[in-house]
């Protein structure tokens, strides 16, 4: 029985540090991202369905986890909360621009932070009452991927607080 649960011990050991390190290790900021425009059709943002299988193939496994199943990565382990630079932070699955980097703003939270959007169409907004908590999800408009939530303790002019998860965004820098 000791041995058994020796052995039990080592095996949650090495989950845990294999999770660990996973979480630890920042994604690597795309240099292939690419910013696709958003399109109208009859004032309506045309949008990209695809199904989850696809979408699997198409993104890494923290990608999938936060865009398609809502997950959200760990404060400060993401590539892009502490990332500086002029361009334009896009959606990670589907290339929508979503943030501009004149918006994005120091909060102290672990994750990127903008005060709005690139325009207001492309991000749509969800009640969220999981945990308890009345909180506003917000989504890609395009392909309904997860990006984080809204708060109202944002600075001026907006007030808001986009508080987006690293994963599901690339950034593309602006060409010279
Ligand atoms: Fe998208």
């Known amino acids: 029985m000791k041995t058994f649960s020796a052995i039990l011990s ?12 996973e979480v630890s290790t920042a994604t690597q900021i795309k240099e292939e991202a690419s910013l696709i425009p958003g399109e109208f059709k ?45 361009g334009t932070y896009v959606c990670a699955a589907c290339g929508l621009p979503l943030f501009s980097s004149g918006t994005k703003y120091k909060s102290g939270s672990g994750w990127p932070s903008y005060y709005e959007p690139i325009k207001e169409e492309f991000v749509a907004e969800k009640k969220d009452d999981k945990f308890g908590w009345n909180r506003i999800e917000v989504l890609c408009a395009r392909c309904d991927g997860h990006l984080g939530h809204v708060f109202d303790d944002g600075p001026e002019p907006t007030g808001l607080r986009y508080c987006i998860n690293s994963y599901s965004l690339d950034f593309v820098a602006e060409k010279p």
Do not use: P
């Open 10 to 21: 080592a095996m949650v050991l090495i989950f845990v540090s294999c999770q660990g390190q």
């Open 42 to 86: 009859e004032g309506q943002l045309v949008k990209v369905d695809k199904d989850n299988q696809l979408w699997k193939k198409e993104l890494s496994d923290q990608e999938y986890y936060i865009l398609r199943e809502a997950g959200t990565e760990r404060a400060f382990t993401g590539d892009l909360w502490d990332h500086k630079g002029e």
